[in-house]
C-alpha cells in the first residue's frame, strides 16, 4: 500500500472543501462564488497543489456566469428555461465530481469550462 505524504493530505482535503463550496449557494445565497474564491485566495500560497484546483473552479463560476445570463436572454423565446435547468443541473453534478476526484489527487477541468485562467 502507498502511503501519501501529509502535506498531499491536507492539499486533498483543501482541494475537496474548495470544489465542494461551490455548493454553498444551496444554503446561503451568493455563497457558492464568494467562498470557493476566498478559499482558494487563503490557501494556494500555503498549499501550491491547490492552485490548480482553484483555478479550475473559478474557470468553471464565470463560465456558469456566462451561460447562465445567454440562457437567461434566451428566456424571451422559450429555449433558456431548459438551457437553466441543464446549467443548474451540472453546477449541481460538476463540484460533486470534482471533490471526489481531488480527494483521489486528480485536477479534474470540468466539461464545457472556458479557460480563463491556466
Known amino acids: ?17 474548495l470544489h465542494l463550496s461551490l455548493l454553498a449557494g444551496l444554503v446561503v445565497p451568493g455563497a457558492g462564488f464568494v467562498l470557493p474564491v476566498v478559499l482558494w485566495q487563503l490557501k494556494k500560497d500555503e498549499l501550491p497543489g491547490l492552485d490548480a484546483h482553484g483555478k479550475v473552479v473559478a474557470n468553471w463560476l464565470i ?3 456566462i451561460y447562465g445570463a445567454v440562457a437567461g436572454g434566451l428566456c424571451f423565446v422559450l429555449v ?26 486528480v485536477v479534474w477541468a470540468y466539461p464545457l469550462a472556458i479557460r480563463f485562467f491556466s
Open 80 to 105: 433558456g428555461f431548459p438551457l437553466l435547468g441543464i446549467l443548474a443541473l451540472l453546477a449541481f453534478i460538476f463540484p460533486i465530481i470534482g471533490a471526489l476526484k481531488a480527494n483521489d489527487g
Open 1 to 17: 500500500m502507498q502511503t501519501v505524504p501529509p502535506s498531499e493530505v491536507e492539499t486533498r482535503q483543501w482541494a475537496t472543501f
Open 63 to 65: 463560465s456558469a456566469l
